[in-house]
């Protein structure tokens, strides 16, 4: 297996990642397969955890002196470590006959099956602990919503078809089992027995679903459908997890970044300034329909009349809420708006997971 780390020592190298949760060095679905990655490529680094930024798509990201490696950038922090020349476990396996398929089928059917899953199959306590456990409730469980009402946008699921999607999804997910663990039988790794980035990602997908998804999880059941999956991936998490962490070794615990995301504020502020004013919203059109109904109708081709002495209350009741709920946004975010993750002091002597 090829790499080549340059100028760098690979001791330098640090992955920021979500934090642990459920046996598993980190939780996170898009975390766990770079984590994987360096531990089949033999690659030192350090783990650390960032839970200041919980929906940042940056993380997770490999940093190095003034080198940083970003999940949004670059199709991922894998692919800048192999464009970069860092480390590369696949240059002997892209022009293998059926890679681009089996690609395909781990990054969208796959993926796109664990994030439903995650976020709108179960009753979502999983993701709540990996993403927004850090954050005091309220915060939290507004983050979640959000994010729950994006990951049916992104799926494409609406009121009237998300039977019809969900069916689909399943569907997918379970033609992309049977094809992997057709193409696995009773290999160790997915091509010609040599570890590559597809079995990081399919890893990380496996262990999550086995791990962090409740028993009652469909896409849970349907995995367990595969004796040669489960005995892959619970044989690789053996070698590549359990044996750095036994009770005589490091321990995983939650440590500060040496760095932060460059780019932009806190993105989950950004993010409950954007919630809050659409829930805002919400409730003042439910309560102008639910206190005054004629004003929530469509207006119909009738002659103009003066409003009642009723309706003129209501209406300006409904003034009134829009101006409190108006006003404590703006309490809320001067009060956030003091508070500044970036000036936080980190202590240099965390020194985080150390793996080689």
Known sequence: MEQVVGEREAEEFTVVARKPYFGLPTACPICLPLFIYLKLAHFPFRLSFNSIFPDS???????????????????????????????????????????????????????????YELWVGTDGRSAY???YSDLSWPIGKVLFLKQVYSVKQRLGITKDNAEHREDEIYRRAKIAYGALSTKLGEQNFLFDDRPS?????????????????????????????????????????????????????????????????????????????????????????????????????????????????????FKRRAKYFLAAQLLAVLLFLSVMGGYDSGDLELDDEDEGISFN
Request: aromatic letters at 8%; hydrophobic letters at 35%; one cysteine or more.
């Open 197 to 313: 980035s597809l079995d990081a990602t399919f890893l990380g997908h496996v262990l999550v679903t086995l791990h962090a998804l409740p028993d009652t999880s469909v896409l849970r059941s349907k995995l367990l459908e595969h004796d040669n999956i489960v005995r892959y991936a619970e044989k690789l998490k053996t070698e590549l997890i359990e044996s750095g962490s036994s009770s005589s070794g490091p321990q995983f615990r939650s440590v500060p970044s040496s760095s932060t995301p460059r780019k932009g504020p806190s993105n989950w502020r950004r993010s409950l300034a954007e919630t809050l004013f659409i829930l805002v919203n919400l409730s003042i059109e439910i309560s102008m329909v639910r206190f005054c109904p004629q004003l929530g109708s469509k207006p119909k081709s009738k002659p103009k009349r003066e409003k009642t002495e009723e309706e003129k209350t």
């Open 129 to 131: 602990k990996i993403y």
């Open 57 to 115: 798509d940056q993380i997770p990201y490999v940093e190095s002196g003034t080198y940083v490696a970003y999940n949004n950038e670059n199709s991922g922090v894998v692919e800048c470590l192999k464009k970069d020349g860092i480390v590369d476990l696949d240059s002997e396996f892209q022009s293998a006959p059926d890679w681009v398929s089996i690609q395909a089928m781990i990054n969208s059917w796959l993926a796109d099956a664990l994030t």
